[in-house]
């Protein structure tokens, strides 16, 4: 029988050539280095297991009493959070959300009919694309342009504005870039949002991964001249990422601002999908972060280094999880790499860069593995 499904769903589903050829490899019995791994409970990190199990056991889970933006008491955690990037936040602009990927579901609803447009950046994560499809919203790629470091090219950025535009998606800092936005260009962002009357979506997720020893600025730090929201939550805060708790913090002109909280609120009493206990444990994760922190700051210092000792030309990155390499030779790319070294790294074109020769490593994969890939790369690239 032939059945239908949806065109927002018509992906492409088949392999790509890199994934056919890692499943070829390993199906030939080749050990592979993954260069790739950016899940940080596989990463070899140290958690306190009592300490994090615990908060779950609390009876306070036992009673189901649905508040469609979450419990006061993990809003509450979640401004203090806040509090520490030197941000005042009311529990009352948060949203409690299973993830970042549903927060970004529940503001293309709150902004976009089917078909408006939102501007992402270029280079960034692909995941983008599916959340867009699943919403019936378009997304514009706005660039992102390296010069001993990455910029916002907004030029281009104003170019894409169009009728039907409604938000600017802004990934602070930016993954696989790492770049960080200025506050000179936070400003135009937000002039630019206020004359074309564009939301601001702010996805801080790296955020407290900043690799100097200055904290990276909070847009939850005011003034909010645009209307804005900022996402986050305990899958890189805390490196927790099977627990599902994100949120949405809300900022902006008073009239609008309470305008959005209340239809948010409604989007999210639709789905009421954050569970008790988690948000129940959410203070007590909140509060150890800091011990996941310090272990995923070492381990990124330190591949940083061994990219940098082994020669090899590293992109300018402010902050995050991933480093861009600009490969010397002409034709070598991730799928060379992996044929000749059989290591695995992923292709810039996987995040939308257009240049050659640029592949992408997980700074958080085990100093041991990172160290042998690094060096198999450098023998092949110098």
Not at 146 to 165: A, K, S
Request: proline share 7%; with cysteine; glycine share 8%.
């Amino acid at each position: 029988m032939n059945y239908r499904f949806s065109s927002r769903t018509a992906w492409d589903l088949g392999e790509s050539d890199l994934a056919r050829a890692i499943r070829l490899a390993r199906g030939a019995g080749q050990t592979l280095i993954d260069l790739t791994v950016s899940n940080p409970t596989t990463c070899g990190f140290h958690y306190d297991a009592e300490s994090i199990l615990a908060p779950l056991s609390d009876p306070r889970a036992l009673t189901y009493d649905p508040d469609p933006r979450g419990l006061l008491s993990a809003r509450e955690a979640v401004a203090a959070y806040y509090g520490d990037h030197r941000a005042a936040v009311s529990p009352d602009a948060i949203t409690l959300t299973t993830s970042t990927s549903e927060g970004y579901g529940y503001l293309f609803r709150l902004l976009c009919d089917a078909g408006d447009e939102i501007l992402v950046p270029q280079p960034s994560y692909p995941l983008f694309d599916y959340l867009a499809d699943l919403e019936d919203v378009r997304l514009r790629p706005y660039p992102l342009f390296y010069d001993y470091g990455w910029w916002i090219d907004f030029d281009q950025l104003e170019r894409r504005i169009g009728p039907r535009t409604r938000a600017i998606l802004l990934v602070h800092p930016n993954n696989p870039t790492g770049h960080a936005t200025s506050h000179t260009e936070r400003l135009r962002l937000e002039e630019i949002c206020g004359r074309h009357g564009l939301a601001l979506i702010v996805d801080e997720v790296f955020l407290d991964y900043p690799h100097t020893a200055e904290k990276l600025p909070s847009f939850a730090v005011g003034p909010h001249p645009a209307l804005t929201f900022v996402l986050s939550g305990m899958s890189k805060i805390a490196g927790l990422p099977q627990m599902k708790v994100g949120w949405i913090a809300a900022f902006g002109p008073e009239v609008p601002l309470r305008q959005a909280l209340a239809r948010l609120e409604i989007v999210a009493d639709t789905f009421l999908s954050m569970n008790t206990p988690a948000q129940v444990a959410l203070p007590h994760w909140l509060q150890g972060r800091l011990g996941i922190q310090d272990q995923i700051l070492e381990r990124i210092s330190s591949n940083t280094r061994k990219i940098m000792d082994c020669n090899l030309d590293l992109l300018k990155v402010d902050a995050g999880w991933s480093a861009i390499v600009r490969l010397p030779r002409l034709g070598m790319d991730a799928e060379s790499i992996l044929s000749a070294e059989h290591v695995i790294t992923h292709p810039g074109a996987f995040y939308g860069i257009a240049e050659r020769g640029r592949i992408i490593v997980s700074l958080i994969t085990p100093e041991d593995e990172f160290s042998t890939g690094i060096e198999r790369i450098a023998k092949v690239s110098n």
